[in-house]
């Protein structure tokens, strides 16, 4: 089953790790930072998704939990990233 992402807006759209890797690295994160942190969202996502679905918002906390446990100064840039887009 292909896991999909609930929108704010309520559309469905197809998970994307690369977007999460985009996004890290556009706060600042290394390649690998991103590919960690994508990889691990990724692998908690596929666990937690109800009927294959996740909500947007959940994966943007979860994107936030680990990038703290990482580096918090690349966790507060995508936070901060996040807001504005």
Do not use: P, Q
């Not at 089953?1 to 890290?24: C, W």
């Not at 294959?52 to 100064?73: F, N, P, R, T, Y």
């Amino acid at each position: 089953m292909e896991l999909k992402v609930l929108k704010k807006a309520g559309k469905l759209e197809a998970f994307s790790a690369d977007k999460i890797k985009k996004g890290v690295m556009k706060a600042g994160g290394t390649a690998k930072l991103a590919g960690d942190v994508a990889l691990s969202t990724a692998n908690w996502a596929k666990e937690t998704a109800k009927e294959g679905v996740v909500s947007a918002v959940d994966i943007h906390s979860k994107v936030l939990e680990l990038l703290h446990d990482k580096d918090k100064e690349i966790a507060g840039k995508f936070r901060s990233f996040v807001k504005k887009h």
